[in-house]
T-cell receptor, first 115, second 113 residues
Framework: AQSVTQPDIHITVSEGASLELRCNYS??????LFWYVQSPGQGLQLLLK??????LVQGIKGFEAEFKRSQSSFNLRKPSVHWSDAAEYFC?????????????FGAGTQVVVTP | EPEVTQTPSHQVTQMGQEVILRCVPI?????FYWYRQILGQKVEFLVS????????KSEIFDDQFSVERPDGSNFTLKIRSTKLEDSAMYFC???????????FGSGTRLTVV
């Protein structure tokens, strides 16, 4: 069965430090991968997406993600975190075979930024 | 940039009442979805809709739920008899035919009291 795993439920990072959020997926076909960010009580904002091509993807707000097929991973990174990056981050996989277009989300990683 | 519009942004309803959540997808999009997020939990797929019929529905989407696209622009989610556990944020999404165009609405927060 397809699954998306975000191993870290909660991460605390100091402002200015680097951030890496992990995402692993289990899916037989070519994955379409997304990272979304959600502030409390708000909607989902797309940070970046990967479909094919260059495995290093640049997104908004200074985020990037690297697709590694051999590790079934799509980790999100930011070199220097700002206080405004405190939010919940969701990795998602789009299913493209029997459930076309359906997104399966990970459980999310809550990021706390300390001064 | 085109948006998916959801109304209302917040709805409070009494248990047992019917609610209709409304969405206006992007006009040239072909596939439509509803997702649900219970407070503090992950986003869960409810239903997908294509060519005026349900393509797939999850276990959550029981007989109390229904969707329709009554006029070619609106896409609605109806909960016939709400329960306390239906309290959640409901997101509508649409895509044009390729997944690259995935667009979410800003959500409707449903509170059942």
């Amino acid at each position: 069965a397809q699954s998306v795993t975000q191993p870290d439920i909660h991460i605390t990072v100091s402002e200015g430090a680097s951030l890496e959020l992990r995402c692993n997926y289990s899916y037989g076909a070519t994955p379409y991968l997304f990272w979304y960010v959600q502030s409390p009580g708000q909607g989902l904002q797309l940070l970046l997406k990967y479909f094919s091509g260059d495995t290093l993807v640049q997104g908004i707000k200074g985020f990037e993600a690297e697709f590694k097929r051999s590790q079934s991973s799509f980790n999100l990174r930011k070199p220097s975190v700002h206080w405004s990056d405190a939010a919940e981050y969701f990795c998602a996989v789009a299913l493209t075979t029997d459930s076309w277009g359906k997104l399966q989300f990970g459980a999310g990683t809550q990021v706390v930024v300390t001064p | 940039e085109p948006e998916v519009t959801q109304t209302p942004s917040h709805q409070v309803t009494q248990m047992g009442q019917e609610v209709i959540l409304r969405c206006v997808p992007i006009s040239n999009h072909l596939y439509f979805y509803w997702y649900r997020q219970i407070l503090g939990q992950k986003v869960e797929f409810l239903v997908s809709f294509y060519n005026n019929e349900i393509s797939e529905k999850s276990e959550i989407f029981d007989d109390q739920f229904s969707v329709e696209r009554p006029d070619g622009s609106n896409f609605t989610l109806k909960i016939r008899s709400t329960k306390l556990e239906d309290s959640a944020m409901y997101f509508c999404a649409s895509i044009p035919g390729h997944i690259g165009g995935y667009t979410f609405g800003s959500g409707t927060r449903l509170t059942v009291v």
